[in-house]
Nanobody, 116 residues
Framework: QAQLVESGGGLVQSGGSLRLSCAAS????????MSWHRQPPGKERELVAD????????DYTDSAKGRFTISRDNAENTVYLQMNSLRAEDTAMYYC?????????WGQGTQVTVSS
């Protein structure tokens, strides 16, 4: 059974950093596109960044460019999101997602709270 487990969230001051991790199991991780999404309080879920199966390509939304870095370790079946220069508006529940044609898996999320 496919499973994604996020970790690394928490409370951080504005300007600080956090590194989120998402451990995958139960499916062929290295053949899936992985992405991070977030859902701020009272708002819809939105894409933050995604990374190709080999890790050779990563894309970011405008709010993440220059501050966040997505990476993956296919040997460890883990995807990461390094978040620097955090702002209050980055406060959200962060989710990882695994996608491949015909398959779509989500984790349960990890909370990130940035205090101003």
């Amino acid at each position: 059974q496919a499973q994604l487990v996020e970790s690394g969230g928490g409370l951080v001051q504005s300007g600080g950093s956090l590194r989120l991790s998402c451990a995958a199991s139960g499916f062929s991780f290295s053949s899936f596109t992985m992405s991070w999404h977030r859902q701020p309080p009272g708002k819809e879920r939105e894409l933050v960044a995604d990374i190709s199966p080999t890790g050779g390509r990563a894309d970011y939304t405008d709010s993440a460019k220059g501050r966040f870095t997505i990476s993956r370790d296919n040997a460890e079946n883990t995807v990461y999101l390094q978040m620097n220069s955090l702002r209050a508006e980055d406060t959200a529940m962060y989710y990882c997602r695994a996608q491949r044609y015909g398959s779509d898996y989500w984790g349960q999320g990890t909370q990130v709270t940035v205090s101003s």
